[in-house]
């Protein structure tokens, strides 16, 4: 396959070289180096992203802090590039930020050489770097992925990130670009693997920290008014889904959403309706509504910094699926919740707490705690790393209920941020409010079900609109490319200085010229979002058939049988 880059208007700038997935194909590269952005200290090159938040937006304790600016330039970073091309435009972007220190460094062939960009596993919406060089403090980088405007309102995502700043929650942001974004890298620390999420002192401290997250940001009016996001983003996507199914044959539609799209609407109305109920219509919602995460999957669960004595205690074995210490049983033989029961909650010391850190608020928004609770019960399925099938969700990694119960249980005994100024930042447990206590386990546990079918079909709907060439292939189920469009591509790029680039691919030939080859950096190409897709649909139909929302009938015999049953037992 051979693959030709141009700059369009200077013919003296023509580059040649080929890429491709296979390692038998080469690439030749020409001496002439990627022209660096230039630094220019006009306002027309480089501006500030100021938080534009209103008083009613923070905190009160922030009051008459200072803005918050965040340099920007206007330049798209393309991560297929081959590695040196890529390490030229990233130099040529801290330059124009003007990033401290990195700003200085210079693309000469040895600066290229020792710069190392690391990809970061486990993202599926972006491509994630560490980025470092020598003894300079490293660096992440974040490039947005093909898709991600029609999923992420990116403004929106800086007024979170400029919160969140106030707060003093996440890492700092260095500097933005078109495409990405460079932020503070978290040194030293390890993220959580899968099986942590199953350890019950950890499981603790995620309910802690979320608690945190729920009550130390303020939402804003306009956030409070519109009601919980997840309705509005799936509305939002709905559509977007519903122009790209348009015309597409109905057994296709099926494969993705087991049902025809527009029944699939219907059967997802009718389910809003009937959670709105359970919220008086949706009147209740606006004091239910908190600051949540929305994305609390393991690869956005890190500890950061902790001593390796601290590490080694909080640590289980990647291999191991099950946790070797049992989950506390909060029921007795009779199925009330025991006062001793939820002090042993208590015991734990939250000296670690902020040592787990969570990152990437690219979905945070307004929700109900439950919301937020169920979606992080629904990533016990996942296993982003499995090198086969990493979009596969397991049914039997899904918590129990004693396990879903010691974290709900400790959200609900933990005060929070907003009284974690006393000594005992739990609830005080006795014979007089033990009552009150239950009631509210067993509120957030019911809640954390009627909400599990609501983060399904966010997440599938997702993986459409992030699908890009693996929807296409659906679509082409419709019609035959002609053999012109078969062997040749075109498309255009924007260099960081603002040049354009025809790429011309020529599907049909190979170079052969024995050159070595140098790979592009991973992509994740081996995530199937639709098959992704496929599945939250049958954890969404599952949930809806044993509320009695639809009947199972709806759904052909061939994807009944893949419909993914869940317990939906609810306390009483």
């Known amino acids: 396959m051979e693959k030709h880059l141009k700059q369009k208007g200077s013919s003296a700038s023509t580059r040649t070289r080929t890429r491709s997935r296979s390692g038998s194909r080469t690439r030749e590269f020409h001496s002439i180096r990627r022209p660096s952005m230039h630094r220019t200290t006009s306002s027309g090159s480089i501006k500030s992203l100021t938080s534009d938040l209103g008083n009613d937006s923070l905190d009160g304790s922030f009051n008459g802090e200072q803005d918050i600016e965040v340099p920007f330039v206007k330049a798209v970073l393309d991560h297929t590039l081959p590695t040196e091309y890529l390490k030229q435009d990233v130099i040529a972007l801290l330059q124009s930020l003007r990033i401290s220190k990195w700003h200085r460094l210079v693309p000469t062939e040895n600066v290229i050489k020792e710069l190392k960009l690391t990809r970061i596993s486990g993202a599926l919406t972006n491509s994630i770097y560490k980025v470092t060089y020598k003894h300079y403090y490293p660096l992440l980088l974040r490039i947005y992925g093909p898709n991600v405007e029609s999923l992420i309102d990116r403004d929106t995502e800086l007024k979170i990130l400029f919160k969140l700043a106030k707060n003093n929650i996440g890492a700092k942001l260095l500097g933005c670009f078109t495409n990405g974004r460079f932020e503070e890298f978290l040194n030293h620390s390890v993220t959580l693997v899968k099986e942590q999420l199953r350890e019950p002192k950890i499981s603790r401290m995620i309910a802690r920290r979320m608690k945190e997250l729920h009550t130390g940001v303020q939402l804003d009016k306009y956030e409070v008014t519109r009601g919980p996001t997840c309705w509005y983003m799936i509305e939002k996507w709905l559509g977007i889904v519903e122009n790209l199914l348009e015309g597409v044959d109905v057994q296709v539609q099926k494969s993705i959403f087991m049902v025809d799209i527009k029944t699939f609407r219907t059967h997802y109305e009718k389910y809003k309706k009937w959670v709105d109920g359970i ?16 994305d609390t999957q393991y690869g956005n669960l890190l500890f950061y910094n902790p001593l390796e004595s601290e590490l080694s205690e909080l640590t289980i074995s990647d291999t191991t699926a099950s946790s070797p210490v049992e989950t506390p049983k909060l029921y007795d033989s009779g199925r009330n919740i025991s006062t001793q029961s939820i002090h042993s909650l208590t015991k734990d010391s939250t000296k670690m707490d902020k040592k787990l850190v969570v990152i990437d608020f690219e979905y945070a928004a307004a929700n109900v705690p439950a919301y937020d609770i169920s979606n992080h019960f629904c990533e016990w399925m996942t296993d982003y790393h499995n090198t086969t099938a990493p979009h596969l969700l397991e049914v039997k990694r899904y918590p129990t209920r004693d396990e879903k119960l010691n974290l709900i249980a400790t959200y609900v005994n933990y005060n929070g941020i907003e009284k974690n100024k006393r000594k005992n930042s739990f609830v005080e447990v006795s014979q007089e409010n033990i009552k009150e206590v239950e009631s509210k386990i067993k509120k957030l546990y019911n809640q954390c079900i009627y909400w599990r079918a609501a983060s399904s079909v966010f997440w599938a709907l997702w993986g459409v609109v992030q699908s890009g060439e693996d929807f296409k292939k659906y679509k082409s189920r419709q ?5 012109l469009d078969k062997s040749i591509t075109k498309t255009t790029g924007i260099g960081p200085n603002g040049e354009l680039y025809e790429i011309t691919i020529d599907n ?7 050159t070595v080859i140098e790979e592009a950096p991973e992509s994740n190409d081996d995530f199937d979002y639709l098959q992704y897709t496929y599945q939250k649909v049958a954890m969404a139909y599952g949930d809806w058939i044993q509320l009695g929302l639809v009947d199972q009938s709806a759904l052909d015999a061939e994807h009944q049988k893949n419909v993914k049953f869940l317990s939906c037992e609810l306390l009483e």
């Open 279 to 294: 919220y008086n219509g949706g009147l209740s919602y606006p004091p239910e509504l908190v600051f949540c995460h929305n």
């Open 479 to 483: 019609s035959t490319p002609t053999e």
């Open 508 to 514: 049909e030939h190979d170079v052969g010229d024995g």
